[in-house]
């Protein structure tokens, strides 16, 4: 099992920026990925970006060019760096995790709001 405590949301203007952080406890060693998914309002759930272990970073074509995924090893925390941030960009952000058996979990949600 792992468990998963999501940090950093909150309401910032357009061109702001925020970071997100995902704290990963429980049985860390299985973790083969990190990332982030978002949800706006009346809207599907999106995949937003992934760091695989070995350091391989994904990110959707929507964020690219804006957004970062780290990983601190040494605190079991991922990050997502927002930089450029758009209305667009409201929604609930998930953090989750896929271990070495391919089990997913998630966080418990964090809202970014971004309106002037």
């Known amino acids: 099992q792992v468990q998963l405590v999501e940090s950093g949301g909150g309401l910032v203007q357009p061109g702001g920026s925020l970071r997100l952080s995902c704290a990963a406890s429980?049985?860390?060693?299985?973790?083969?990925?990190m990332g982030w998914y978002r949800q706006a309002p009346g809207k599907q759930r999106e995949w937003v970006a992934a760091i695989i272990s070995g350091g391989t970073r994904n990110l959707a074509d929507s964020v690219r060019g804006r957004f970062t995924v780290s990983r601190d090893n040494a605190k079991n925390t991922a990050y997502l760096q927002m930089t450029s941030l758009d209305p667009e960009d409201t929604a609930v952000y998930y953090c989750y995790t896929d271990d070495s058996r391919a089990r997913r979990y998630w966080g418990q949600g964090t809202q970014v709001t971004v309106s002037s």
């Open positions: 429980g049985s860390i060693s299985s973790i083969a990925v």
